[in-house]
Antibody, heavy 118, light 107 residues
Framework: EVQLVQSGAEVKKPGESLKISCTGS????????ITWVRQMPGKGLEWMGI????????RYSPSFQGQVTISVDKSINTAYLQWSSLKASDSAMYYC???????????WGQGTMVTVSS | DIQMTQSPSSLSASVGDRVTITCRAS??????LNWYQQKPGKAPKLLIY???SLQTGVPSRFSGSGSGTDFTLTISSLQLEDFASYYC?????????FGGGTKVEIK
């Protein structure tokens, strides 16, 4: 079965760092882009950026450039989204998804809820 | 950035109704337009890719049309399981962008 499995929910304090993960299985992980999408509570979907596991080529939305880092460890079929200093406004659900041929996101992870509160 | 404008932002409909949701791009995106369905507490699900192609396993009551800047998602006969939020998404250029969403509620 083709799937993406994300790491569990996180509760952090402002200023702390965080790295969440997205592990692919059931397909050739290195040959499909992996994207990250934010969904704030009660709001819509926001595209954050995308990475190609084969060569780590990464593109960011201008809205998120410099705010997060997207990386990958292809040896363990895992993509990451990380923050160096969290803010309360980073509280949201974060999804990873696979982008396939027609440039659509066909497989999604289950989401990782991040809560940042003092 | 390409802006995606969806309308309406919400609608109320009954089971069996024909429902149409529109999405307009701020510039031409050819057919690089996808539609997703999201139910509360769940990840989005791909319904339509490349403007009009039905994703495998998606019921045929869903259809998509359009090219350039104007696109439509149609549900031919609304079913109970279709009450959800729907998002359009352009994959023509980076940054990828989503429409604001349409919430389909029970009348």
């Amino acid at each position: 079965e083709v799937q993406l499995v994300q790491s569990g929910a996180e509760v952090k304090k402002p200023g702390e760092s965080l790295k969440i993960s997205c592990t692919g299985s059931g397909y050739s992980f290195t040959t499909y882009w992996i994207t990250w999408v934010r969904q704030m509570p009660g709001k819509g979907l926001e595209w954050m950026g995308i990475i190609y596991p084969g060569d780590s080529d990464t593109r960011y939305s201008p809205s998120f450039q410099g705010q997060v880092t997207i990386s990958v460890d292809k040896s363990i079929n895992t993509a990451y989204l990380q923050w160096s200093s969290l803010k309360a406004s980073d509280s949201a659900m974060y999804y990873c998804a696979r982008e396939y041929g027609p440039d659509a996101f066909d497989i999604w992870g289950q989401g990782t809820m991040v809560t940042v509160s003092s | 950035d390409i802006q995606m404008t969806q309308s309406p932002s919400s609608l109320s409909a009954s089971v069996g109704d024909r429902v149409t949701i529109t999405c307009r791009a701020s510039q031409s995106i050819s057919s690089y337009l996808n539609w997703y369905q999201q139910k509360p507490g769940k990840a989005p699900k791909l319904l339509i890719y490349a403007a009009s192609s039905l994703q495998t396993g998606v019921p045929s009551r869903f259809s998509g049309s359009g090219s350039g800047t104007d696109f439509t998602l149609t549900i031919s006969s609304l079913q109970l399981e279709d009450f959800a939020s729907y998002y359009c998404h352009q994959s023509y250029s980076n940054p990828r962008t989503f429409g604001g969403g349409t919430k389909v509620e029970i009348k």
